[in-house]
């Protein structure tokens, strides 16, 4: 079977990331028969100056998107393209634009246990964002997801109240920066392919069928 690696670059609190990972969970699903494909989440913070403590999300976003009305117009469109792809978007439940660090570090932490955990944390990061209006930047929010998605949470809550990988979370979003990665989420396909944006699943699977047949070809001349 052919194999691909794909290293996402996203941040939790990023909406099109998150549709991003949907679509991307559909593509897998539909190429998983031919294709084998290994995820890694990569950090990235479009909010790195936010306080520890988080800001009023609504008022904050408002003042980025250039006013309330475009607000509304960025989630109505956001909200029927998560319909689409089984994502219920509350935007309005969403009252602390959080520091995402911490959310990252627990991504790494996950990371150390298997990909299969890392996936379950990222969806439940996103999930807790963007449909639960749950504080991602709070630790006792961040402390639940990682124990339900199988950490444990004596553990992580050593490592939350300490500053443990805090550089190399950062230094990982420079790295992105200085690769030219200024938009999220951003897919790069073992380490020489790069797809930008939200893309949709069919633009995704032809993607990753022309990459995966381009390395077994350069496979087969190898060998």
């Known amino acids: 079977m052919k194999h691909i690696t794909i290293d ?9 990331c998150y549709l991003g990972k949907a679509r991307l969970d559909l593509a ?11 995820i890694n989440w990569r950090p990235y913070q479009l909010n790195p100056d936010y306080p520890p403590e988080g800001v009023d999300h609504q008022v904050a976003l408002a003042a980025k998107l250039g006013g309330k009305g475009n607000m509304d117009r960025a ?20 009252k602390v634009g ?23 944390v990222a969806a439940a990061l996103f ?5 639960e209006g749950r504080n991602v930047g709070d630790p006792a929010v961040l402390l639940d997801i990682a124990e339900t998605s199988g950490l444990e949470r004596p553990v992580i809550a050593t490592l939350l109240a300490g500053d443990a990988d805090k550089d190399l979370v ?47 070809e350069e496979l087969q001349k190898l060998n």
């Open 8 to 16: 996402l670059v996203s941040d939790v609190v990023c909406p099109w």
């Open 28 to 38: 897998v699903a539909e190429i998983q028969d031919e294709i084998g494909v290994d």
């Open 75 to 94: 989630h109505a469109q956001l909200k029927q393209l998560g319909a689409e792809v089984g994502i219920a978007f509350d935007f309005e439940a969403i």
């Open 98 to 120: 959080p520091n995402t660090l911490d959310a990252h570090r627990l991504l790494h932490w996950a990371a150390t246990e298997g990909r299969e955990i890392q996936n379950r």
């Open 127 to 131: 999930k807790a964002n963007f449909e």
């Open 170 to 216: 950062r230094g990982e979003i420079d790295a992105a920066r200085q690769m030219g990665v200024n938009g999220v989420p951003f897919f790069i396909v073992d380490q020489q392919y790069a797809v930008s944006g939200a893309q949709p699943t069919e633009v995704l699977v032809n993607a990753f069928r022309e990459i995966a047949a381009a390395k077994a």
